[in-house]
């Protein structure tokens, strides 16, 4: 199984971007996927989980009602939507997965276990 994350790129500050997470296994609409960042010279931080259940996310303060995670269970797809951007939100986006279904939403990062590849996301003030 693996995770592809797509969509990143250069925006200006309050623009907006949507990223795509991608996975090639089966049941994917059992499964949570989380996205994380990691900034130059910083630690992997949680940013928006998305749950199996409809509807059921959870956001990182730093990101709440600006960023919206869906998922498209037919396309074995996760976005997350970003809207009012700042430079502080620029990092490497990883999506991510845990190691089975049904669980909860998961906000640390050893709770997951099959990782993207990253996207990089660049805000400029």
């Known amino acids: 199984v693996q995770l592809q994350a797509s969509g990143g790129g250069l925006v200006q500050a309050g623009g907006s971007l949507k990223l795509s997470c991608v996975s090639s296994?089966?049941?994917?609409?059992?499964?949570?996927i989380a996205w994380f960042r990691q900034a130059p010279g910083k630690e992997r931080e949680f940013v928006a989980a998305?749950?199996?259940?409809?509807?059921?996310?959870t956001y990182a303060g730093s990101v709440k009602n600006r960023f919206s995670g869906s998922r498209d269970n037919a396309k074995n797809t996760v976005y997350l939507q970003m809207n009012s951007l700042k430079p502080e939100d620029t990092a490497v986006y990883y999506c991510?997965?845990?190691?089975?279904?049904?669980?909860?939403?998961?906000?640390?990062?050893?709770?997951?276990?099959?990782w993207g590849q990253g996207t990089q996301v660049t805000v400029s003030s």
């Open positions: 991510a997965r845990p190691r089975a279904p049904f669980t909860i939403l998961f906000m640390n990062r050893g709770d997951y276990y099959l």
């Open positions: 296994g089966s049941n994917f609409d059992n499964y949570v």
């Open positions: 998305i749950g199996w259940r409809a509807g059921n996310t």
